[in-house]
């Protein structure tokens, strides 16, 4: 094109010659969605996922966490495939308050593991997302040397739902991981409430990492966390804090042995290690190694899992159950006028609750 300004007239002024301007579409977006719209019939994807296709492996956790009810029905096909062929890995979960390591901690057991061969998935559970539109696991960059490896696959927590839903999700999740060949399995939780027992309800080691602290660290633990946990691992024994670490593990020891033995038969541990110095990574592995060999041999291994599907189940009935209640257009308006009553002390609550119930079951 001829630009005007170019002609002697306009001196002191010229325009150069352009280029052309890229489309602002992007002409393979209509290729690359189509191939990211791919859908897959249930079969397929378990076809693609038994290969140990991750791409496949990451939509079908999608569609697991998917609220829409067509990704539900695939979602559920998916898993009633794979599930033949899981249940082969080693489940770990991992707990600890933020800032205890959790991240640098995962970043280095998962190395280890790798090293050895196989495949590891890291999951997570975070229910803090659904409260606070936050999550405390964080969006930082986390285990940055485990994101790289091939054989790693890492799935951050599920955000949508209530602690059941996300923990079923997740649940669900370990099902298709194992029929895609991975043989570790870490879930990982924030140290901080109801989260714990959901992990532990799924996994077959569960390890809990502290930090040594003023003397007192074991008024801050629950009881019950610290229950559950088959190993305590006291993070950050390095540099000048290793005389603490020590003394912690000694405190812990002490504390454990006032517990009754667990149903595993297994006499809970108490180690000390660094996760970023990486010391003492091999000693907390052969712990778990070492607890898996023992409850392999006594039968509880199996026993513990077949415990865990039941409460999946009931967990399951209840959710759905709850759910279905709620979503009962009838029941919403039913209870906004019952709650009136309640709050004017009109009703008692148990006759409201009664008279909802009723109503529900007559209608069903
Ligand atoms: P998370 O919140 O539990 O995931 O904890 P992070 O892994 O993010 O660690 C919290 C902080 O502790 C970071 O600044 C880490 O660098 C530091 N940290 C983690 N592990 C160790 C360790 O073994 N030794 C020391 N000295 N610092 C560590």
């Not at 956790?61 to 695939?74: C, G, K, N, W, Y």
């Not at 308050?97 to 999951?123: C, E, M, N, W, Y």
């Amino acid at each position: 094109m001829e630009h005007i300004e170019n002609s002697g007239k306009y001196a002191g002024l010229s325009v150069n010659k352009g280029v052309s301007q890229p489309p602002s579409v992007n002409p393979y977006l209509a290729a690359r969605m189509k191939c990211r719209r791919q859908e897959y019939s249930a079969a397929e994807y378990v076809e693609q996922i038994r290969k140990g296709n991750i791409t496949v492996l990451s939509q079908a956790v999608t569609l697991i966490e998917s609220q829409l009810a067509e990704h539900q029905s695939v979602a559920q096909e998916v898993i009633a495939k794979c599930l033949p062929y899981a249940g082969k890995s080693v489940r770990i979960g991992i707990t600890g308050v933020p800032g205890s390591g959790k991240s640098t901690s995962i970043d280095a057991f998962g190395l280890h593991v790798l090293q050895r061969g196989g495949k590891l998935a890291v999951l997570a559970i975070d229910p803090s997302s659904e409260r606070s539109k936050g999550s405390i696991l964080g969006d930082k960059t986390r285990m940055e040397r485990l994101s790289q490896q091939k054989e790693a696959f890492i799935r951050p927590s599920p955000s949508a739902g209530s602690l059941g839903g996300v923990a079923r999700k997740t649940r669900e999740t370990i099902i298709l991981c194992e029929a895609a060949g991975f043989d570790t399995i870490f879930v990982e939780t924030v140290g901080v409430g109801q989260s714990e027992t959901a992990v532990h309800s799924m996994v077959d080691f569960f390890l809990l990492i502290q930090l040594a602290g003023t003397g007192d660290e074991l008024q801050g633990i629950k009881r019950g966390i610290m229950e559950m946990a088959d190993g305590i691992v006291i993070n950050k024994a390095d540099g000048n804090n290793i005389e603490k670490a020590k003394l912690a593990q000694a405190h812990f020891r002490n504390a454990l042995h006032l517990f009754p033995m667990p149903p595993s038969g297994w006499q809970p541990q108490v180690l000390t290690y660094s996760g970023y110095y990486e010391i003492g990574i091999g000693e907390v592995w052969k712990m778990i190694d070492d607890y898996i060999a023992f409850v392999k041999k006594n039968g509880y291994f199996d026993r513990k899992r077949v415990e865990q599907s039941k409460y999946w189940m009931s967990e399951t009935i209840d959710e759905q159950l709850r759910a279905h209640f709620y979503r009962n257009p009838h029941i919403a308006r039913l209870l906004a006028e019952k709650e009136e009553l309640v709050l004017r002390s009109e009703q008692s609550p148990f006759l409201a609750a009664q008279e909802i119930l009723d109503s529900y079951f007559e209608n069903k």
